[in-house]
């Protein structure tokens, strides 16, 4: 049982790449979780989705787009990656609207 | 809003008690969370607290609510050195897991 897992787990970007974030668990969980962290800023969210074929935005949506296509799956895109989206992505998945959530390992993304 | 807030150090020594606090704003959260985050990895659920409660016990753990002030705070028993780690308060709110700033704690031998 592999829970939340994160792909890929380290990447660097020039500034104006796109790249895509996986994240894929096997817990048959609802709902999804985008998170960035950033030194003294805890975790925000980026986007999050509630089901198969839904996503809604969160607290720091602009400059990435995510999809659902499949329930075990979230994608988080970047478009045209900047400098100031260098960060610590993680992933979270969960059972219920207010159950415990499920991290994976996290994705750490330098741009330069 | 949703807006969740904490201290972001504490440093204790090794076998005193920990308490890490936090403000939340939301007041129809029904959960309030506690994760544990360790260097280089995800976030872990510590423990968690439904909001009709004053207070929650587990082992060294202890989560008191005081839903008149939204303030929840976490006391670690005997801290111990591998209790070092980031602490994160957290409430749901429609559908969304909103995570407070993080509290570093430091464990001096």
């Known amino acids: 049982n592999a829970g939340v897992t994160q792909t890929p787990k380290f990447r660097v970007l020039k500034t104006g790449q796109s790249m895509t974030l996986l994240c894929a668990q096997d817990?048959?969980?609802?709902?999804m979780y985008w998170y960035r962290q950033d030194p003294g800023m805890g975790l925000r969210l980026i986007h999050y989705?509630?089901?198969?074929?839904?996503?809604a935005k969160g607290e720091v949506p602009d400059g990435y787009n995510v999809s659902r296509l499949k329930k075990q799956n979230f994608l988080l895109g970047l478009e045209s990656a900047a400098p100031s989206q260098t960060s610590v992505y993680f992933c979270a998945s969960s059972y219920a609207r207010e159950g415990e959530a499920f991290f994976g390992q996290g994705t750490r993304l330098t741009v330069v | 809003g949703e807006d969740v807030e904490q201290s972001l150090f504490l440093s204790v020594r090794e076998g005193d008690s920990s308490v890490i606090n936090c403000t939340y704003t939301d007041s129809s959260s029904t959960y309030l969370y506690w994760y544990k985050q360790e260097p280089g990895a995800g976030l872990q659920l510590l423990t968690y607290i439904f909001s009709n409660m004053d207070m929650k016990q587990d082992q060294r753990l202890t989560v008191l609510l005081n839903k008149k002030d939204k303030h929840l705070s976490l006391r670690i028993a005997d801290t111990q050195t591998g209790d070092s780690a980031i602490y994160f308060c957290?409430?749901?709110?429609?559908?969304?897991?909103?995570f407070g700033q993080g509290t570093t704690l430091q464990v001096k031998p």
């Open positions: 817990m048959n969980h609802e709902y």
């Open positions: 957290a409430e749901a709110h429609t559908g969304k897991l909103i």
């Open positions: 989705s509630v089901g198969e074929g839904t996503t």
